[in-house]
């Protein structure tokens, strides 16, 4: 079975600083897929950023981007110039890029992210 | 943009009674699923969907919980008699094909009394 761990129960950055989350997983698979999603105060789970394991090149999205490191299984997010609204809660998630049709997310316990004026 | 919806967004209820939750997932979407997410806690999978039937439940999806898709639109998932720690978030979600992301809806609040 995978996990996946979020260490940081909470951050905080100024607005327009820099702030990168963390995500470490364990998974015996070889082909998966890893998300980062948000959950602003509403609590609709929005999709940020994903990453495909067999793409050595890590996503990036306007102000979101991914540090990759499969050998370490960790799967940070970084985002740039921090806004306001992107104070929420941070989702990390794994998907198996194999096991039929389940393709069911494991997420992590979350981080949360307050943009400070 | 298409997006998936969930009714209704928050829904109160007395312990032992029925509820049924809809979700209308992406049109050409092929895979289901439902997802809860206790106050708090993290997100936890309940449940797949495809083909017309359940290719996944968790530990939580238990006989008091099913599924359906009765027609060409519409995603239900029908808890029979809930129980106080059922309240929580439920959030629907679809995808297209083997490897795609999956949407979430905006999700049903479940208020058990």
């Known amino acids: 079975a995978q996990t996946v761990t979020q260490s940081q129960p909470e951050m905080s950055v100024q607005e327009a600083e820099t702030v990168t989350l963390s995500c470490t997983y364990d998974?015996?698979?070889?082909?998966?897929?890893l998300f980062w999603y948000k959950q602003p105060p509403s609590r609709q789970m929005i999709l940020v950023i994903r990453?495909?394991?067999?793409?050595?090149q890590n996503a990036t999205e306007n102000r979101f981007s991914v540090n990759f490191q499969k050998a370490a299984k960790s799967f940070s997010l970084k985002i740039s110039d921090s806004q306001l609204g992107d104070t929420a809660m941070y989702f990390c998630?794994?998907?198996?890029?194999?096991?039929?049709?389940?393709?069911?997310?494991?997420f992590g316990k979350g981080t949360l992210l307050t943009v400070n004026p | 943009e298409p997006e998936v919806t969930q009714t209704p967004s928050h829904q109160v209820t007395q312990m032992g009674q029925e509820v049924i939750l809809r979700c209308v997932p992406i049109?050409?979407?092929?895979?289901f699923y439902w997802y809860r997410q206790i106050l708090g806690q993290k997100v936890e999978f309940l449940v797949s969907?495809?083909?017309?039937?359940?290719?996944?439940k968790s530990e939580i999806f238990d006989d008091q919980f099913s599924v359906e898709r009765p027609d060409g639109s519409n995603f239900t998932l029908k808890i029979r008699s809930t129980k106080l720690e059922d309240s929580a978030m439920y959030f629907c979600?679809?995808?297209?094909?083997?490897?795609?992301?999956?949407?979430f809806g905006p999700g049903t609040r479940l208020t058990v009394l």
């Open positions: 979600a679809s995808r297209y094909e083997q490897g795609d992301t999956q949407y």
């Open positions: 998974t015996s698979e070889n082909n998966y897929y």
């Open positions: 990453q495909e394991a067999y793409k050595q």
């Open positions: 998630a794994f998907m198996p890029g194999s096991g039929g049709s389940n393709y069911k997310l494991t």
């Open positions: 049109s050409n979407h092929l895979y």
């Open positions: 969907f495809y083909n017309n039937e359940i290719s996944e």
